[in-house]
C-alpha cells in the first residue's frame, strides 16, 4: 500500500512511524510502519526546503491511496 502522508491528523488519516527513509534524487522514500503492524511507503518530492525534518521512529500521518499508485505529490503545507 502507498500511502500519503500528513503534516496533521485528518479525516481519514491514521498515525504511522517511519521506520527507513532514503533521499533518492530530488525524492524521498519512507517506509512507515502502522499501529496494526502492517507496513505502507510513501515517496516524497524533495524541494530542498527541508521544514519537515522527517526522522526515524517519527510518528506521521498518513492517508491511503487507494489506486495502488505512488502517494500523491503534496505540497509542503501537507506533508510532515
Known amino acids: 500500500m502507498s500511502a500519503a502522508v500528513l503534516a496533521h491528523e485528518a ?3 491514521i ?3 517511519v521506520e527507513r527513509l ?8 519512507l517506509q512507515l510502519r502502522l499501529g496494526d503492524g502492517s507496513r505502507c511507503s510513501a515517496t516524497l518530492l524533495d524541494d530542498g526546503v527541508n521544514s519537515l525534518e522527517l ?10 491511496n ?5 502517494a500523491r505529490q503534496a505540497s ?3 506533508i510532515v
Do not use: K, M, S, W
Not at 532514503?22 to 522514500?29: K, P, T, Y
Open 11 to 13: 479525516v481519514g488519516a
Open 15 to 17: 498515525a504511522a512511524r
Open 22 to 29: 532514503e533521499h533518492i534524487a530530488d525524492r524521498i522514500e
Open 55 to 64: 526522522l526515524v521512529g517519527a510518528t506521521v500521518f498518513v492517508r491511503a
Open 66 to 70: 487507494g489506486t495502488g499508485q505512488a
Open 76 to 78: 509542503p503545507e501537507d
